[in-house]
C-alpha cells in the first residue's frame, strides 16, 4: 500500500500521465504510474463491484489486462472523454497517438503538418489531459471530504488548548505506515479524548492519508432500559450495532440488518477494511456494555486500516490495541487555558493575570481541561479571591467528587434566568437543539433567553454548536448526570 | 419539592404542550426527525422516572405520538416506549392510559405479525373499553381481533369480530373500513375472489367518501393482492403502482415500501426479475431505515426467489439465510421454516447436499414448535417432498454415497 504523503501535483504531472499513456494496452509494464491518486482506488472499487461482463464493457477495461492496467486505462479514458468536451481535436490526437496506436509521421502526414510541430502538440497534449486528472482528482478528494465530514459531529470546542504535543503524537500513530493498528484514546471524564480525536481527524481530512474515514458513536441515543422493563433479550448486542453502523458507513448495500449473521457482517467488513487504507473512529466506547464481544474483532479488520477507539475505561483491552492516555494538562497549560477560557468569555482582568494568581486554581482542580474550564466560568460570578476560598473545601481525592463539588459551586452562582435555562437542557437531544426550541421549553422569548444562553456558555456549562444555519446548543453528558441526579433529584 | 425541582417540572408541562402542538398541526405530514427526536428526548426523562409525573399529559402525548411513529415505520424502537408506559398506567389505575396504550401497542404487535401477543393486549385493552363504554375505540379493537384471527386460520371468529364491530358503529363512521376489510381478507383466504373483492371495494367507498387517503391506498393494495390472486397481473400492477402514488404522496414511506415489494412480485411473475429485484432493493432500503426487520425479512425472501430464478445463487443464499436469522428473532418458528425450504432447495439446485440435508433436518425439529397442527401439517409434508427430492439426487451421485447414509440414517 502506498503512502499518499506526496503532493497530488507531484503525482500528476506530465511526466507520469505520458508513461501511463505509453502503456495503453501494454500487458507487461514496469511501472504503475498514478496509482497513488484516489480516483485510481476510486476506479479500481468500482470496476470490481461489477460482474467481469459489465466491467468489460467499460472503455479501457477490457479483459486480458492486468488489474492495475484496466483501472489506468479507465481513468486516462474518463480524462480524455472530459477533455473533448474543452478541446475536441486536443483529445483526438490523444486518442489516435496513444489509444490508437498511430505513429507520430503517420499523425503529421493525416494533419498536413512537420513532425517536430506535432511533437509540440502531443507534450501540449499531454500537459492538458495532466491538469484534467488533477481537476477530476481534486473533485473527487473534495467530495470525499464533504462525505468525510458529514460523518464527523461538529466540534464543541474552539481552540484545543496544550494539546498540540499529544495532538501531533496521535497524528503520528494515526498515520503511520506500520503497527499500532487499534489504538485507544484513554481518559477520565472531562479530559478530552473526543476533541484531540476529532481535531487529528480534522488535519487527517486535510492531508488525505486514506482511502476513507469513518466515524461511529458508540453512544446510544434511545432508551436505557430500566431493570427488566424495557429489556428486549432479543436486541442486538450493543457490540454487533457498533459493527453495524459501522457497515451501513462502509458498505450500506452490502448488508441487511443488525440480525445478520455477526460472521456475514464482520467478513463483508472485513473485505473492504482490509482492501483498502481506512480510518475508523469508534467513540465513547466506555459506553458499551459488551466490550468483550466487540475487542477480539478488531485485530481481523485492520491492517492497513487502523481504528481508534475512545473511551474512559481501560480494563480488559488486549494485546494488540495501543493505549494512547492523555494525561491532565501540564502547569503552564492548564494555566494557558484558563487565560485562553477567560480572554474568550471577556474576563480580560483574569486573562491578564500572572502565574502565580492562578496557580491555586490549578493546584486544586488539577489539569483536566473540563474541571478548569468550569472553575473559570465560576469567575464569572466571583473573585479569583472568593473561588479560591470556595475551593479550600474542595474533595480532590476523586475526580467525580471534584465534578460535583464544582457543579455545585457553579449551579449556586446562577441567576434565576441562568438556571431556568439549564434545567431546559435535559428535556433535548442529547445531539443539542436551536435556540427558539429552548424558549419554548422556558416560556420566555428567544432575546430573553439568550443571555443566561452566553452566561451557562460562558460558564462551560452549555456547549455552543456553530452550525448553520442554527447554532444548537447541548450539555456534556457529565453535566446532564449533574443536573437529573444532583440539582433536580429526578430518579 | 427543591425549586429545581419545580423548575423542572414546568419545564416538562411547556415541552409536552409544545410537542403536542407540533404533532397536532402537522397530523397531515409525515413525522419529521426534529419532531421525533424532541419527543423522544422528553420521553426518555419522563418515563425513566419511577413515580410518573404529569402522567395525563404525558399519556395524551404518547398517544398523539404513537400513530405518527407507527406510520413513520419505527415500530421496534418505539415498542419499548409504550411497553413502559402501559406499566405506568397500571401503577397509577388510569383505565383511559391502559385502553389506548394496549390498543397502540397491540397494533404495533400486529403490524410485526407478533399475534400472540397482539391479542392478549387488545384483548385487555378491549376489556377496559368495554367498561368504559367507549363503543368506537372497542369496535376498533374487535376489527384489530378479527384481522388476528384472519390470520391464525380462524376465519369465522374473524367474521363474528367484524359483525360485532359493524353492529357497534355508525354507517358514517370511518372505522366500519375495517371491519369490511376483514371481511374481505376472511374471503380472500377462502378464495372466493368475488366476494374478497366486494367487501374490499366497498371499504374503499368509505375511505373515499371520509377522504382518509392513508386506508385508501391500502385498500388499493388488497385489490392489487386480490387480482394477483386472479392472476390478473397487469391490473394488479395498476393498483400497487396507485397505492404507491398515494402512500408517498403522504409521506408514508414504509406502506409505499410495503407495496413496492408486491409490486417486485408482479414483476417477478411477469418474467422481469431485473425490474423485480430494483423494487426490492428501494423496499429494502426503507425497511432498513427503519429498522423494521420482519419487513425486511419478507423483502430478503422475494429477493432470494428471485436471484435463484436468474441463477445468482450466492446472493440467493445470503438473501435466504439472513431472512432466516432476522426470523428466530422476529418471526414465528413457521415463519423460519418457511424460509428454510427454499433455502434447502437452492441446496439441492447448487449440489450442496449436505447444506441441504442440515437445513430440512433443522426444519424438521423445528415443526414441534409451531402451535397450529394445520401449518405444521403443510410444511411437514413440503419438506418431505425436498428430502426425496434430495434423496433421488444424493442417489445419482456416487461421490456422496457417505453423506447419503448419513442422511439415510436421519430418515
Redesign the interface.
Known sequence: MSSRKQAISSIVNKKEVKSALEQWGRVKSQSTPLESLHLFQQIQQRLSSLPASESQKIPGAHSGLPNQRRVINVLLHEAIESLKQIDAETSKLLTERYLDGLSVIELAYRRNVAESYLYKQINQAIEDLAAIILTREVGFLNRKKEVWLQRIDAASYLELVGAEKHKQRLYNLITGEESPWVISVQGIGGIGKTSLTHAVILQVLDDCPFDEVYWVSAKSE?????GT??G?S?APTQSRSIFFKLLQQVAPDKI??????FE?ILKILQTYLKSQRALVVIDNLETVTDLEELLPHLESLVNPSRIVLTSREHAGFIQPVQRFAIPDLDKPSSLQLIRQEAINTNLVEIGQSEDDELLPIYQTVGGNPLALRLATGLLHTQSLSTLLTSFEDAPTSQVGNLYDFIYQQSWQQLEELE??VL??M??????G?ALS?LA????LSQAKISSAINQLANLNLIQVHREKPAYRYSIHSLTRTFL?NT????? | M?E??N??L???V??IA?LQHDLETSVDQPLCNELR??T???L??L????TPTEWIATRNLLLLFAPKMEQAGFRS?W???L??AL?LSTVVDDQHGKAGLGLQLGILYQLRDEWKLAKEILKSSADVYHALREHRPYANILNRLGFIACHQGELSRAQQYANQALELLNQEENERHFSFHVLGTVAREKQDWTEAETYIRQSLEICQRTSDIRNQARRHRDLGLILDQKDELRLARECYERAINMFEEQGDLVEAAVTKMNLGIIYSKLGNPQQALNHYSEA?QVF?EV?D?LQ?SYV?VNQGVDYQGIERFSEAK??Y??AI??R???GSPASVISVQIPLGELYIQTHNYLDASDIFHNALLKLDEIDEPTIAERYRSEIETSLNQLSKKVDEQIWVIVCSSTFLGTQ
Open positions: 434511545r432508551f436505557s432500559p430500566i422493563i424495557f428486549d432479543s441487511d440488518s443488525t440480525r445478520s449473521p456475514q438556571r431556568q434545567l431546559a435535559p428535556l433535548t437531544p442529547e445531539a437543539d426550541y419554548e421549553i422556558v416560556s437529573l440539582a433536580i433529584g429526578w430518579k | 427543591s429545581a425541582k423548575i423542572f414546568r419545564h416538562i411547556a415541552s409544545k427526536e424532541r423522544l428526548a422528553l426518555n426523562v418515563l425513566q422516572s419511577e424502537e415498542i419499548p416506549y411497553r413502559r406499566d429494502k432498513q429498522h426487520e425486511l430478503l445470503q438473501a439465510k439472513s436469522e432476522l428466530k428473532h422476529v
